[in-house]
T-cell receptor, first 109, second 113 residues
Framework: KNEVEQSPQNLTAQEGEFITINCSYS?????LHWLQQHPGGGIVSLFM???GKKKHGRLIATINIQEKHSSLHITASHPRDSAVYIC???????????FGKGTHLIIQP | GAGVSQTPSNKVTEKGKYVELRCDPI?????LYWYRQSLGQGPEFLIY????????DSGLPNDRFFAVRPEGSVSTLKIQRTERGDSAVYLC???????????FGQGTRLTVV
């Protein structure tokens, strides 16, 4: 069974700061997903990646397959980035996604 | 519709009652997943449908939980004899096929009192 670990669990930062959220998993996967969940809202897919790096606006996701590790970066953070960020693994012998517990991010003005 | 739709958005029920939660996936998506998210936790896998068949129901916690997808589109998650521990947000997601990008609904918040 795949174990997906995220750190930190909680992160509070000032507007403009560079944010990094880390994710590690225990077994080989087909892809790593980064998801965003706002309070009371549904889950939105940010990235799905199986190698290298992807960028969308101020968000960057990287993955190192050999080290079984992925990071999500937010540049020039803004209060509207405040949300729970969840990493999830697909493949690795499981149907569906195996989720981390999420990182609760608060960006203060 | 344009996205995954779940109804109802909120459901309060008494312990011991039967509930049905509905998921309407994106048209053409053959893969459909149900997850359960307890407060402060990441979602946990319940069941995966490929078309009409439940390809993997290993995440269903016990035999009080059952799900169907009779025509390969809309799915219903059914919970019998609800217990207070069943209170959670039930999320549905669909994707074009297995292990591709998943699109999530807004979830159904179930409260058993």
């Amino acid at each position: 069974k795949n174990e997906v670990e995220q750190s930190p669990q909680n992160l509070t930062a000032q507007e403009g700061e560079f944010i990094t959220i880390n994710c590690s998993y225990s077994v080989g996967i087909s892809a790593l997903h980064w998801l965003q969940q706002h309070p009371g809202g549904g889950i939105v897919s940010l990235f799905m990646l199986s190698s290298g790096k992807k960028k969308h606006g101020r968000l960057i996701a990287t993955i190192n397959i050999q080290e079984k590790h992925s990071s999500l970066h937010i540049t020039a953070s803004h209060p509207r980035d405040s949300a729970v960020y969840i990493c999830a693994a697909s493949g690795g012998g499981a149907d569906g996604l195996t989720f981390g517990k999420g990182t609760h991010l608060i960006i203060q003005p | 519709g344009a996205g995954v739709s779940q109804t109802p958005s909120n459901k309060v029920t008494e312990k011991g009652k039967y509930v049905e939660l509905r998921c309407d996936p994106i048209s053409g998506h053959t893969a459909l997943y149900w997850y359960r998210q307890s407060l402060g936790q990441g979602p946990e896998f319940l069941i995966y449908f490929q078309g009409t068949g439940a390809a993997d129901d290993s995440g269903l916690p016990n035999d009080r939980f059952f799900a169907v997808r009779p025509e390969g589109s809309v799915s219903t998650l059914k919970i019998q004899r609800t217990e207070r521990g069943d209170s959670a947000v039930y999320l549905c997601a669909s994707s074009i096929q297995r292990n591709t990008e998943a699109f999530f609904g807004q979830g159904t918040r179930l409260t058993v009192v």
